[in-house]
């Protein structure tokens, strides 16, 4: 049996693919990914992108702006951001979604969105999940535990539940909707909740980079 099993609800709202794998209405057109330290100058934003010499000038945008003041920390003149636009002819981004602005973490040594399909956390208690075609992966800041097999229905308002069979244990929801860590102040695009043997956490998720079926 496969790990990742799709539920009935998954036919009723396909996972629309473009470029990378979304979620139904996250994303429109083909815009590409990219991810690096996001600056503030006197000019606008600049993105250095992770892995690469590049330096991309942004356009101006008001989404982004709002997202910066939000997350970034006083005096902080550079942030992780990882985000979605298009690249004009001119080598400037248009930024279409912000997925995560992060002045916690591991910024550009973090793959955690490579090796998954979507991935969510919360640090009032540390717990992080990963689902990826091997399964449903959690951490609960001590220990991480091995991949179980889980059912993935997604909904046709865009929300996402994952749950390992037959008895639900572990039970993973992803809302299309804006979240900011209170702890971190940390910005993602998805609100989650977690309940592991009926106890619930909430926390915040992002879009990962594996395709899904």
């Known amino acids: 049996m496969s790990p990742i099993r799709w539920g009935r609800a998954a036919l009723l709202a396909p996972v629309l693919l473009s470029g990378c794998s979304v979620m139904q209405g996250f994303w429109s057109g083909e815009p590409q990914r990219v ?33 910066y003041q939000l997350a970034s920390q006083p005096g902080q003149i550079a942030i ?31 793959d955690s969105a490579n090796s998954a399909q979507w991935v969510a956390l919360g640090y009032q208690p540390a ?28 909904l046709p308002d865009g929300a996402l539940n994952a749950a390992t069979p037959p008895d639900h244990q572990v039970e993973l929801w992803l809302y299309p909707q804006a979240c900011q860590d209170p702890v971190t102040g940390d910005y993602f695009h998805l609100r989650a909740t977690l309940t592991v043997n009926g106890e619930q956490q909430r926390g915040c998720g992002y879009q990962g980079a594996i395709i899904a079926p």
């Open 35 to 67: 991810t690096g330290l996001l600056e503030r100058t006197t000019d606008g934003f600049v993105l250095r992108e992770c892995g690469s010499e590049r330096v991309m000038t942004l356009t101006e945008s008001q989404m982004l702006d709002g997202i």
């Open 127 to 154: 717990w992080q999940i990963w689902l990826s075609p091997a399964g449903l992966v959690r951490s609960d800041g001590n220990l991480t535990y091995p991949a179980r097999s889980v059912v993935i229905e997604q």
């Open 80 to 110: 992780f951001t990882d985000l979605t636009g298009e690249i004009d002819r001119h080598g400037r981004l248009h930024p279409e979604q912000v997925l995560r602005m992060q002045s916690h973490g591991r910024g550009c040594s973090d």
